[in-house]
């Protein structure tokens, strides 16, 4: 029985207590705790979160300015190479073209040396052909005309040993034998 009591009245008291409407002192203690946590909240932990979002800030827009000056510097870089780059082309075809025109004219002046070798050459050559000719032209007259001399004796019957007569007797023979060449 007196558990039915008990369940009576707590029947009761239901009735007159909606669970959907809080007690007023649970809504003024909930009212002063929110007030609390909110005022703890701000005053520790938001200003930490704000710390903490302009750090970042500031270290991704510092990033953002060491990222926008690498890569300005990597652009003048760039050009600079560039530039250099396209100067060392410019030495480096001009170089070719005079190393071009001194080959050129080194093969001029090779050419020129060996001209004038040549020439030296050849009229060293004709000169000691000429020498070498003369030579033998005057060996020559002096056995023909010794030859001449004795040929002359044997048919004569005498020997002819006047050398001034047998020498013109020599030259007159050896010009007409080069007369009837011509």
């Known amino acids: 029985m007196i558990t039915t009591r008990l369940v009576l009245a707590a029947a009761e008291e239901t009735e007159d207590i909606n669970?959907?409407?809080p007690h007023t002192a649970e809504i003024i203690i909930s009212l002063i705790v929110f007030a609390l946590i909110f005022f703890l909240?701000?005053?520790?932990v938001i200003p930490m979160?704000?710390?903490?979002y302009a750090e970042?800030?500031?270290a991704i827009e510092g990033g953002i300015e060491e990222a926008q000056a690498a890569q300005k510097e990597a652009q003048a870089a760039l050009e600079q190479y560039t530039a250099q780059l396209a100067g060392a082309r410019h030495e480096?075809?001009?170089?070719?073209?005079?190393?071009?025109?001194?080959?050129?004219?080194?093969?001029?002046?090779l050419r020129a040396q060996a001209q004038a070798?040549?020439?030296?050459?050849?009229s060293t050559a004709h000169a000691q052909v000429e020498a070498e000719r003369a030579q033998v032209v005057a060996q020559l007259k002096s056995e023909v005309g010794s030859m001449a001399t004795a040929l002359a004796g044997r048919i004569v019957?005498?020997?002819?040993?006047?050398?001034?007569?047998?020498k013109r007797t020599?030259?007159?023979?050896?010009?007409e034998l080069e007369e009837s060449a011509n």
């Open 19 to 21: 669970p959907l409407i």
């Open 41 to 44: 909240l701000k005053k520790s």
């Open 49 to 52: 979160f704000e710390k903490a």
């Open 56 to 58: 970042r800030t500031a």
């Open 92 to 109: 480096a075809a001009a170089i070719r073209e005079e190393a071009k025109q001194q080959g050129a004219q080194i093969i001029v002046e």
């Open 117 to 122: 070798e040549s020439d030296r050459i050849i």
């Open 157 to 166: 019957g005498e020997v002819l040993d006047d050398s001034a007569a047998q």
């Open 170 to 175: 020599v030259e007159r023979f050896i010009a």
